[in-house]
C-alpha cells in the first residue's frame, strides 16, 4: 500500500488527465479501438513503475511472436506482477483474473479497458466459458496473461504448482505458449517497503504448438514450470 500511495504522489500531475481517459473508456469501450484502451493502461504501468521507484530488467520480448496470438504464463508473485508485464508488452494484451478484482474500485476500469476475464474458481462451468474465449480470442489474433499457479505464491522466488487446467486455452487454441520468469515482483508491493527495487522479467523462448502437441495439460504445466524454475536458478546464481 505505501508504494501505491507514493506512486499516486509521484504522478500527481497526471492524475486528472489519466483518470478521466480510464473512466471514459471504462464506461464506453465500444466508443475507443482497442489500441486506445490498452493506451491508457499501458500509460499507467509505465508511471506507476517508474513512480514507484521500481527499475525493471526485461530480456526475450524481442522474441514473443510477431504474427497471430499468443499467451504469456508468467509465475505469480504479487500485486505488481500485472503492472510489470504490460508496462513491458508495447501491444495490447488482456489477462485472465480473479473475480474479486472486478470488485475493486480502480482495478474495475483497468479491466474493463483490458478487456480482461474475469474468472471464478467455485463455477466450474464459467470457469470452461473463459477457456474458450481466450481460445477464440487467440485464434483471431489476441494475446493473454494467465497465471497458472491461479495464486501469488507469497513465497518469494519459489514457485507453485502449476495448475494443468491454466493450459486448456493453449491447446484449444494451438497457440505459441510464452513462459515468463519473474524475479522479485513480490518486492514491489508486497513487502510494505518504498525502498528502490529491481525486479527482472525474462521472456522465454515461445513454445509452439508442435512442440506440446498430444501432451496432457499436466505435463504441460510442469513442462513450463521448470523452464521458469530453471531461468530463475540461472539468474540468482549469476
Given at each position: 500500500m505505501?508504494?501505491?500511495?507514493?506512486?499516486?504522489l509521484?504522478?500527481?500531475?497526471?492524475?486528472?488527465?489519466?483518470?478521466?481517459?480510464?473512466?471514459?473508456?471504462?464506461?464506453?469501450?465500444?466508443r475507443?479501438?482497442?489500441?486506445?484502451?490498452?493506451?491508457?493502461?499501458?500509460?499507467?504501468?509505465?508511471?506507476?513503475?517508474?513512480?514507484g521507484?521500481?527499475?525493471?530488467?526485461?530480456?526475450?520480448?524481442?522474441?514473443?511472436?510477431?504474427?497471430?496470438?499468443?499467451?504469456?504464463?508468467?509465475?505469480?508473485?504479487?500485486?505488481?506482477?500485472?503492472?510489470?508485464?504490460?508496462?513491458?508488452?508495447?501491444?495490447?494484451?488482456?489477462?485472465?483474473?480473479?473475480?474479486?478484482?472486478?470488485?475493486?474500485?480502480?482495478?474495475?476500469?483497468?479491466?474493463?479497458?483490458?478487456?480482461?476475464?474475469?474468472?471464478?474458481?467455485?463455477d466450474a462451468r464459467?470457469g470452461?466459458?473463459?477457456?474458450?474465449?481466450?481460445?477464440?480470442?487467440?485464434k483471431?489474433?489476441?494475446?493473454y496473461?494467465?497465471?497458472?499457479?491461479g495464486?501469488?505464491?507469497?513465497?518469494?522466488?519459489?514457485?507453485?504448482?502449476?495448475?494443468?487446467?491454466?493450459?486448456?486455452?493453449?491447446?484449444?487454441?494451438?497457440?505459441?505458449?510464452?513462459?515468463?520468469?519473474?524475479?522479485?515482483?513480490?518486492?514491489?508491493?508486497?513487502?510494505?517497503?518504498?525502498?528502490?527495487?529491481?525486479?527482472?522479467?525474462?521472456?522465454?523462448?515461445?513454445?509452439?504448438?508442435?512442440?506440446?502437441?498430444?501432451?496432457?495439460?499436466?505435463q504441460?504445466?510442469?513442462?513450463?514450470?521448470?523452464r521458469?524454475?530453471?531461468?530463475?536458478?540461472?539468474?540468482?546464481?549469476a
Amino acid at each position: 500500500m505505501k508504494r501505491i500511495i507514493w506512486m499516486f504522489l509521484m504522478n500527481l500531475i497526471h492524475v486528472p488527465r489519466v483518470f478521466f481517459q480510464l473512466m471514459t473508456r471504462a464506461a464506453h469501450p465500444e466508443r475507443y479501438t482497442v489500441e486506445e484502451r490498452y493506451a491508457v493502461v499501458h500509460e499507467i504501468a509505465e508511471r506507476g513503475v517508474k513512480g514507484g521507484r521500481v527499475d525493471v530488467v526485461s530480456t526475450g520480448v524481442e522474441n514473443l511472436p510477431k504474427e497471430g496470438g499468443y499467451i504469456l504464463y508468467p509465475n505469480h508473485q504479487g500485486l505488481f506482477d500485472i503492472m510489470v508485464l504490460i508496462k513491458l508488452h508495447e501491444t495490447p494484451i488482456s489477462a485472465v483474473l480473479k473475480q474479486e478484482l472486478v470488485k475493486i474500485p480502480g482495478l474495475k476500469q483497468i479491466i474493463l479497458c483490458l478487456g480482461a476475464l474475469a474468472l471464478d474458481r467455485s463455477d466450474a462451468r464459467q470457469g470452461l466459458q473463459v477457456v474458450l474465449q481466450v481460445a477464440e480470442d487467440v485464434k483471431k489474433g489476441g494475446k493473454y496473461i494467465i497465471f497458472a499457479e491461479g495464486t501469488r505464491s507469497r513465497n518469494g522466488n519459489k514457485l507453485l504448482d502449476f495448475k494443468g487446467g491454466s493450459f486448456k486455452s493453449a491447446t484449444k487454441a494451438q497457440c505459441p505458449i510464452v513462459p515468463v520468469a519473474l524475479i522479485d515482483s513480490y518486492k514491489a508491493m508486497d513487502t510494505g517497503s518504498i525502498e528502490r527495487v529491481t525486479v527482472q522479467a525474462h521472456f522465454l523462448d515461445p513454445i509452439p504448438y508442435e512442440e506440446y502437441k498430444g501432451m496432457k495439460t499436466v505435463q504441460i504445466a510442469e513442462m513450463v514450470k521448470e523452464r521458469i524454475e530453471a531461468k530463475i536458478a540461472e539468474c540468482e546464481a549469476a
